[in-house]
C-alpha cells in the first residue's frame, strides 16, 4: 500500500458517515483533505468536526461549506483547491442526501417525485458536476490521480426504492464511462461498494427499529479499504472497476479502530 503523505484530496458530504470515515483514513495516510458539507459551525457531525479528527490522524483537515446541491458552490470549491494548491490528486465523491422522511419500502407511487432530485439529483448529478470542474486539477497531478465515486450493491439489486436503485446503478455506469475517457490522461475513476454501514443515521434508525449492527463496518472501515485503493501502484489498471470493501479489506489486511475485520456483505450476488 502507497503512502497518501502530502496528497491533495476532496472528500464530498464528509461531516458525518462513510465521508467522514474515508477523510480520516486519507488523514491516516497523511493526505491534506478538503473536507466538504453542509453541516458547519462546530458540533460533533459537522465538517470542522471531521477537519479536527483529519489532524488527529496524521494529516491536514481543511473544511469548506459547500451544498452540493448548487452548482456555484461546487465551483467555488474548487476554485478555493486551485488557489491553495498545485494541483488534485484524489477525487471521492461520496455526498448524498438522505430523503426526509426516508424511503424505505413501499413503492415509488408512494414516494414525492422530490425523492428523485434527492437521490438521483445530489447522488449522481453532484459526482458529474463536482468531477466535471476537479478534472482541470487531477491532470495537473497525474498519472496517479484518481476519482473514487461511493456506490453501493443497490447499483446491481433492489435496495430501499426505485429512485435510489437508478442513481446508484447510474453512478455505477457513469464511473465505467469517466475510465475510459480519463484512462489517455492518466487519471483513474473506481466505484466502491461498502456493505453495511454502521453510520451515525444508520445507528441512529437501529435504536428506534432494532436492527442489528454488530457485523455492520463502520465508516473508518470503510476509509482504509478507499485509501488503500487510491494509494495502490495498480490503480490506473484497476480503473473502470468496482471495488467492495471486503475484497479491499483481504487484500491489503485491514481491520476497523477495534482491530477486527467484518464480515464479507451477506447479500453480495455472485459477479
Known amino acids: 500500500m502507497g503512502s497518501l503523505k502530502g496528497r491533495v484530496a476532496v472528500v464530498t458530504g464528509a461531516s458525518r458517515g462513510v465521508g467522514?470515515?474515508?477523510?480520516?483514513?486519507?488523514?491516516?495516510?497523511?493526505?491534506?483533505?478538503?473536507?466538504?458539507?453542509?453541516?458547519s459551525g462546530g458540533g460533533e457531525r459537522s465538517i470542522e468536526?471531521?477537519?479536527?479528527?483529519?489532524?488527529?490522524a496524521g494529516g491536514e483537515g481543511r473544511a469548506v461549506q459547500c451544498d452540493h446541491g448548487e452548482d456555484e458552490q461546487i465551483q467555488a470549491l474548487f476554485g478555493r483547491v486551485a488557489r491553495e494548491c498545485d494541483g488534485l490528486d484524489l477525487l471521492v465523491n461520496n455526498v448524498y442526501k438522505i430523503p426526509n422522511p426516508p424511503a424505505w419500502g413501499g413503492g415509488f407511487w408512494d414516494h414525492p417525485i422530490s425523492i428523485w432530485d434527492d437521490q438521483v439529483g445530489i447522488g449522481l448529478r453532484a459526482h458529474y458536476v463536482a468531477s466535471w470542474h476537479a478534472t482541470p486539477l487531477l491532470f495537473k497531478s497525474s498519472p496517479g490521480s484518481a476519482i473514487l465515486n461511493v456506490s453501493s450493491p443497490g447499483g446491481q439489486s433492489y435496495h430501499f426504492s426505485s429512485s435510489y436503485g437508478?442513481?446508484?446503478?447510474?453512478?455505477?455506469?457513469?464511473?465505467?464511462?469517466?475510465?475510459?475517457?480519463?484512462?489517455?490522461?492518466?487519471?483513474?475513476?473506481?466505484?466502491?461498494?461498502?456493505?453495511?454501514?454502521?453510520?451515525?443515521?444508520?445507528?441512529?434508525?437501529a435504536g428506534q427499529?432494532?436492527?442489528?449492527?454488530?457485523?455492520?463496518?463502520s465508516p473508518l472501515f470503510v476509509g482504509r479499504a478507499?485509501?488503500?485503493?487510491?494509494?495502490?501502484d495498480d490503480l490506473l489498471e484497476r480503473s473502470g472497476r468496482i471495488e467492495w470493501v471486503e475484497d479491499l479489506a483481504d487484500e491489503f489486511d485491514l481491520f476497523?479502530?477495534?482491530?477486527?475485520?467484518?464480515?464479507?456483505?451477506?447479500?453480495?450476488?455472485a459477479r
Do not use: C, H, N, W
Open 166 to 205: 437508478a442513481g446508484k446503478a447510474g453512478l455505477d455506469r457513469l464511473t465505467a464511462d469517466m475510465a475510459q475517457e480519463l484512462r489517455p490522461r492518466g487519471v483513474s475513476a473506481s466505484v466502491l461498494y461498502p456493505g453495511l454501514v454502521a453510520t451515525e443515521f444508520i445507528a441512529d434508525s
Open 256 to 269: 476497523d479502530e477495534e482491530g477486527k475485520r467484518p464480515p464479507g456483505y451477506s447479500l453480495r450476488k
Open 226 to 232: 478507499a485509501a488503500a485503493l487510491l494509494g495502490a
Open 20 to 39: 467522514k470515515g474515508i477523510a480520516i483514513a486519507l488523514g491516516e495516510q497523511g493526505a491534506i483533505v478538503y473536507v466538504t458539507g453542509r453541516t
Open 209 to 217: 427499529t432494532g436492527m442489528d449492527l454488530s457485523q455492520a463496518q
Open 49 to 56: 468536526a471531521t477537519a479536527e479528527e483529519v489532524r488527529k
